[in-house]
């Protein structure tokens, strides 16, 4: 029996696309004085808006709104009436889950089934879990004094998420914020600034100022603000701590990743496979910790390849707002690029590509998931992040050469360790160079988990009670 394929689309009824956005300053939309800029769906290249691009002069007035807002209100709040507000934020995010969700998707590229199960609902966690601690801050171990002005730059694989990850535990210390989001991907923040203002969020407590990397730039090197919390490249990382050596500005990044999941040979294969799936193909690869590079034992490497490819040949590829797909859209055409040179470079190199066969849409940005076998330490596609739905393959004999192997990196932000033995699985986690390893799963995000990198992958922690120390003076203060 054959079963012919019915699209399932969420419907796009639920969002309201304005043709076009001001900034978010002291609780209102504004003009701004920049010239605008347009994001698009991903997926098909339609237009969907013109943001404003927040100029310095603007960035400016969002910082002196956000210090107005710390003296005079935010910072005299009790912990308590904080919390009020940010439980009520969460509880918005939940009411309006649906129409954050689908509009994630126009803007990004990811499906429905991952911005709907996994990014708002992580999003309305992270806003409960800080809540919850607003006034609680004396048992942090930090202190409960809040820095200031904290200016926020965050990137695009998770518009909202990321917001969140920065935008919760600064509210909850009683710091006030600046917030830009990325220039492909600046819906949500924009419609999460609506939010703050039907809960009534006291204006200039958020501020979120639209634009590129000139407006990020003003906002980490503007001399009032007191913090600076940065998602993104490692490049653009080293300039933003360039920038702030000097100053006593506190200073948290999130930096790129190049994560290494190690397979053993007792492994469960068939779910290993699944978190192989998971590790890379999540959210189209564009995820700082994906499993990018797989070290498989090298007596099962035959086998697993072979189910991982036939597992792949099961993704569905196409619409993100159809609720079967698996993977979405690449977010820009810039990205898509930067995936086929570095693909391209794999070629070169002598690794041998492998793709899942299937027909791309003729309009927006795809690529398909891609594996490359025969890789060595040595070869670019191993060392560097492509950020994209390519996974590196290389295989170990023994767990002292996994280790040698998974470490070999600039980067250091996670890993994953398959096995059935629980004593391998301690040894591992101690050896890695990564801030989290998972064991027998991968990409597990939890709020009341801290994440962050060693090495190159930057510095600082977000979630948990350690995402507080980024926000607070310190115990002595
Ligand atoms: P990116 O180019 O570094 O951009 C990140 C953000 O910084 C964007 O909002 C960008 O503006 C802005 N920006 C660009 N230049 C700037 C400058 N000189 N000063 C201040 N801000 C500036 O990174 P991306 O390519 O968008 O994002 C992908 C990278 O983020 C990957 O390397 C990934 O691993 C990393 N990432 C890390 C984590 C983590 O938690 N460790 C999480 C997610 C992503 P535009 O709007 O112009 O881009
Ligand atoms: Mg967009």
Redesign the pocket.
Known sequence: MSFEYAPAPESRAVVDIKPSYGLFINGEFTDGTGTAFKTINPATEEVLAEVAEASDADVDEAVKAARRAYTRVWSRMSGAERAKYLYRIARIIQERGRELAVLESIDNGKPIKESRDVDVPIVAAHFFYYAGWADKLEYSGYGSTPLGVAGQ??????PLL?LAWKIAPALACGNTVVL?????TPLTALLFAEICQQADLPPGVVNIVT???DT??A??SHPDVDKVA????????K??ARTVAGTDKKVTL????KAANIVFDDAPVDQAVEGIVNGIFFNQGH???AGSRLLVQESIADDLLERLKRRMSTLRMGDPLDKNTDVGAINSGE?LMRIRELSEVGDAEGAERWEVACDLPTKGFWFPPTIFTGVSQAHRIARE?I?GPVLSVLTFRTPSEAIEKANNTPFG?SAGVWTDKGSRILSMANRLRAGVVWANTFNKFDPTSP???YKE??YGR?GGRHGLEAYLKGADA
Do not use: D, H, Y
């Open positions: 730059v965050i990137p695009w694989n998770f990321m830009k989001p990325a220039e492909t634009g590129a990397g990020g730039r906002i980490v940065f998602t993104g490249s490692t490049e653009v990382g300039a933003i999130e930096l790129g990743g995820v700082c910790c990205q992040e950020f932000l994440f962050g990198g992958s930057g977000e």
